[in-house]
């Protein structure tokens, strides 16, 4: 299952980078999607990187956020800049060779993370 690190408490503005490690699979052969949900909306996708590396972003974080992928260290990074206090959410990954790697469906993967908390202050 996909364990996030990183997160935490960050004024608006500022750059966050949030990690996924997937030790129990082929990390080469997954599509690695980040999530997040802020209290009482409902959730939302970010991005989701592709086993050949390519991305897709939300319309909400493109330009600001970067996700890549580490296969060697079987680590999904996401770099946040230009955070605004509407990103502050939950943050969770998810992991699984879905029939389309997006950030569209989350309801094409099985494997999640516990999550990791983004808080953005003005």
């Known amino acids: 299952y996909p364990v996030e690190s990183g997160g935490g408490s960050v004024q608006a503005g500022g750059t966050m980078i949030v990690g996924c490690k997937v030790d129990?699979?082929?990390?080469?052969?997954?599509?690695l999607a980040w999530f997040r949900q802020a209290p009482g909306k409902a959730r939302e996708g970010v991005a989701a990187i592709d086993t050949d590396g390519s991305v897709k972003y939300a319309d909400s974080v493109k330009d600001r956020f970067t996700l890549s992928r580490d296969n060697g260290g079987k680590t999904a990074y996401l770099q946040m800049n230009s955070l605004k206090s509407e990103d502050t959410a939950m943050y969770y990954c998810?992991?699984?060779?879905?029939?389309?790697?997006?950030?569209?469906?989350?309801?094409?993967?099985?494997?999640w993370g516990r999550g990791t908390q983004v808080s953005v202050s003005q």
């Open positions: 998810a992991a699984d060779r879905p029939f389309s790697c997006t950030y569209r469906d989350a309801g094409q993967y099985y494997y």
């Open positions: 129990d699979w082929d990390f080469r052969s997954v599509c």
